[in-house]
């Protein structure tokens, strides 16, 4: 049974970093891409990053570019997403999700929010 | 960037009555590989999304055959034979493939 299983919520100032994870299991790490996507209080879903865990390479939606950092750990099925320079507007819930040629698995969201 | 856009967005429903929301991107969602990687998700408040369909008319494990999906190139087509309370939330069509996915902005279901 595929579970991902996401670190705790996080508190930070502006203009700090966070680093997330999410914890992968019930299937071969490697073969999947896995996502992370955030949601704004009260807004929709929002795509940011990807990383296929075999290979290392990753892609980034262009207005987390050069903000954004997501690595994988193949020996714990763990991904990681690092977003630097926060600020208020990076106050959301942020999900892990397994592609499967689509989206079928998901993390029950980190909560991050900003604040001084 | 694929521009994804919903109608409508808001959608009042009377329970056991069908139900439709459209999905429309900016560009054919057909891929390279000639498959076109459509996707619905449901979101119930304070739960995260979960997968319906994929590839347009795929309905993903457990999913209820009132579901169904269907379209092609830009334009698609959720539709729920018959809506039970369950089905309140928010639904979401999103482009499943490189280089960058993306959401629709969703339509909140409500009963009547």
């Known amino acids: 049974q595929v579970h991902l299983v996401q670190s705790g919520a996080e508190v930070k100032p502006p203009g700090a970093s966070v680093k997330l994870s999410c914890k992968t299991s019930g299937y071969t790490f490697t073969n999947n891409y896995v996502h992370w996507v955030r949601q704004a209080p009260g807004q929709g879903l929002e795509w940011m990053a990807m990383i296929y865990p075999q290979d290392g390479s990753t892609s980034y939606a262009q207005r987390f570019q050069g903000r954004v950092t997501m690595t994988s750990d193949t020996s714990a099925s763990t991904v990681y997403l690092e977003l630097n320079s926060l600020t208020a507007e990076d106050t959301a819930l942020y999900y892990c999700?397994?592609?499967?040629?689509?989206?079928?698995?998901w993390g029950r969201g980190t909560l991050v929010t900003v604040s001084s | 960037d694929i521009v994804m856009t919903q109608t409508p967005l808001s959608l009042p429903v009377t329970l056991g009555q069908p139900a439709s929301i459209s999905c429309r991107s900016s560009?054919?969602?057909?891929?390279?590989?000639?498959?076109?990687?459509l996707s619905w998700l449901h979101q119930r408040p304070g739960q995260p999304p979960r997968l319906l369909i994929y590839k347009i008319s795929n309905r993903f494990s457990g999913v209820p055959d009132r579901f169904s999906g269907s379209g092609a190139g830009t334009d698609f087509t959720l539709r729920i034979s018959r809506v039970e309370a369950e089905d309140v939330g928010v639904y979401y069509c999103?482009?499943?493939?490189?280089?960058?996915?993306?959401f629709g902005p969703g339509t909140r279901v409500e009963i009547k």
């Open positions: 999103m482009r499943a493939t490189q280089p960058s996915w993306a």
């Open positions: 560009q054919s969602l057909v891929y390279r590989d000639g498959n076109t990687y």
């Open positions: 999700a397994r592609d499967n040629s689509a989206f079928d698995y």
